[in-house]
Nanobody
Framework: VQLVESGGGLVQAGGSLRLSCAAS????????MGWYRQAPGKQRELVAT???????NYADSVKGRFTISRDNAENTVYLQMNSLKPEDTAVYYC???????????????WGQGTQVTVSS
């Protein structure tokens, strides 16, 4: 299984970016998908998650600015980031709980990360 992220880059404060993460490989089903981020010198933190049924959860710091969504048919999760701030600068990682067989439980998988830099 691979998670491939795209959409990161450099943007000015107040701008927008949209991250995408597509899962590929042998996949029976995907449960919760999400985005995490890690800034230099800090621990990785949750940004947003979405269940297979569409229930969402956001970090307080991004509520009202970021929107997570997913396309179950394409095994893809998105993160629309608006009103970006310099403190949103970090490497953003995609996470998905994937079931690869009916005889296995869900296991967590991570993408390689994509850099988001917000200039002031």
């Amino acid at each position: 299984v691979q998670l491939v992220e795209s959409g990161g880059g450099l943007v000015q404060a107040g701008g927008s970016l949209r991250l995408s993460c597509a899962a590929s490989g042998i996949i029976v089903s995907i449960d919760t998908m999400g985005w995490y981020r890690q800034a230099p010198g800090k621990q990785r933190e949750l940004v947003a998650t979405i269940t297979s049924g569409g229930s969402t959860n956001y970090a307080d710091s991004v509520k009202g600015r970021f929107t997570i969504s997913r396309d179950n048919a394409e095994n893809t999760v998105y993160l629309q980031m608006n009103s970006l701030k310099p403190e949103d600068t970090a490497v953003y990682y995609c996470n998905a709980h994937i079931r690869r067989s009916y005889y296995r439980s869900w296991a967590p998988y991570w993408g390689q990360g994509t850099q988001v830099t917000v200039s002031s």
